[in-house]
């Protein structure tokens, strides 16, 4: 286990060295998270320093657009910027095959919308995240669509979850999006994340999963033992 100031110090490593693949011009996908948070701070040192000033970030959620905002990091949306070079985002999972759980800041919809229009994925991590099987640190978000979202449960049982409405200060948790989140627990983790995947696209109301399946081009994760950089083969 790290205390917490290991773990920000950690974070602030991973940022660091996925920062290496920052080049000025480049149109990029700002993730959401605490990890991502330092990778701001990171691009904000950078351009205070007289580079990047023409990098431009397309954010995942409202809370990277205020973060940025604030730290004067040029922004767009996707629809202003469709063509992303390079997106930078945590995880809440990491398996051997950089398969990934995402989604426990509630921002998978758009983080995987921005994810899919990118050239490469980097991902930034501390070495918490990293297990053998997908499911057994976290449970798996699953974004519904509020309208009867009731019915969802029992489906998410069948397929061996135990799904648990995502609530806050007593409240369900709403999206930016304006969706709710069911937060799935697999008793012996996911054993066919694939499979489990497209049993989940095809059920109507299932806006999106955390499931980030084939799309991290890599993963840099932190750990007392330094920074490891894990590259997808043939992702470049
Ligand atoms: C938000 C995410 C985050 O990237 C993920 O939860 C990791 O966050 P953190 O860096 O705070 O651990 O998927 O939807």
Same mark, same amino acid.
């Given at each position: 286990?790290?205390?917490?100031?290991?773990?920000?110090?950690?974070?602030?490593?991973?940022?660091?060295?996925?920062?290496?693949?920052?080049?000025?011009?480049?149109?990029?996908?700002?993730?959401?998270?605490?990890?991502?948070?330092?990778?701001?701070?990171?691009?904000?040192?950078?351009?205070?320093?007289?580079?990047?000033?023409?990098?431009?970030?397309?954010?995942?959620?409202?809370?990277?657009?205020?973060?940025?905002?604030?730290?004067?990091?040029?922004?767009?949306?996707?629809?202003?910027?469709?063509?992303?070079?390079?997106?930078?985002?945590?995880?809440?999972?990491?398996?051997?095959?950089?398969?990934?759980?995402?989604?426990? +800041?509630?921002? &998978?919809?758009?983080?995987?919308? #921005?994810?899919? %229009?990118?050239?490469?994925? =980097?991902? *930034?991590?501390?070495?918490?995240?990293?297990?053998?099987?997908?499911?057994?640190?976290?449970?798996?978000?699953?974004?519904?669509?509020?309208?009867?979202?009731?019915?969802?449960?029992?489906?998410?049982?069948?397929?061996?979850?135990?799904?648990?409405?995502?609530?806050?200060?007593?409240?369900?948790?709403?999206?930016?999006?304006?969706?709710?989140?069911?937060?799935?627990?697999?008793?012996?983790?996911?054993?066919?994340?694939?499979?489990?995947?497209?049993?989940?696209?095809?059920?109507?109301?299932?806006?999106?999963? +955390?499931?980030? &399946?084939?799309?991290?081009?890599? #993963?840099?994760? %932190?750990?007392?033992?330094? =920074?490891? *950089?894990?590259?997808?083969?043939?992702?470049?």
């Amino acid at each position: 286990m790290h205390t917490t100031s290991d773990t920000e110090a950690l974070k602030r490593a991973a940022a660091e060295r996925a920062a290496e693949w920052i080049r000025d011009g480049m149109t990029l996908g700002l993730g959401t998270g605490s990890t991502v948070r330092h990778l701001l701070d990171v691009i904000a040192e950078h351009r205070a320093a007289g580079q990047w000033s023409g990098v431009v970030g397309v954010p995942t959620s409202e809370d990277t657009t205020q973060r940025a905002r604030r730290l004067g990091i040029p922004l767009a949306t996707l629809d202003e910027r469709p063509r992303i070079d390079l997106t930078i985002d945590g995880a809440d999972e990491v398996d051997p095959e950089l398969r990934l759980i995402k989604g426990l +800041g509630a921002a &998978l919809l758009r983080e995987k919308i #921005v994810a899919a %229009a990118s050239r490469e994925l =980097v991902i *930034v991590a501390d070495d918490t995240k990293v297990v053998d099987r997908l499911g057994t640190r976290a449970p798996l978000p699953v974004e519904v669509d509020p309208f009867g979202a009731a019915v969802q449960p029992d489906f998410l049982r069948s397929l061996g979850a135990d799904p648990v409405l995502r609530v806050r200060d007593g409240r369900p948790v709403v999206t930016d999006g304006g969706n709710l989140i069911y937060d799935c627990r697999f008793p012996a983790g996911i054993a066919d994340p694939e499979a489990l995947e497209i049993s989940l696209a095809l059920r109507a109301g299932v806006v999106e999963t +955390g499931l980030f &399946l084939g799309m991290a081009t890599a #993963v840099v994760i %932190a750990g007392s033992g330094g =920074v490891q *950089v894990r590259e997808r083969e043939g992702a470049r």
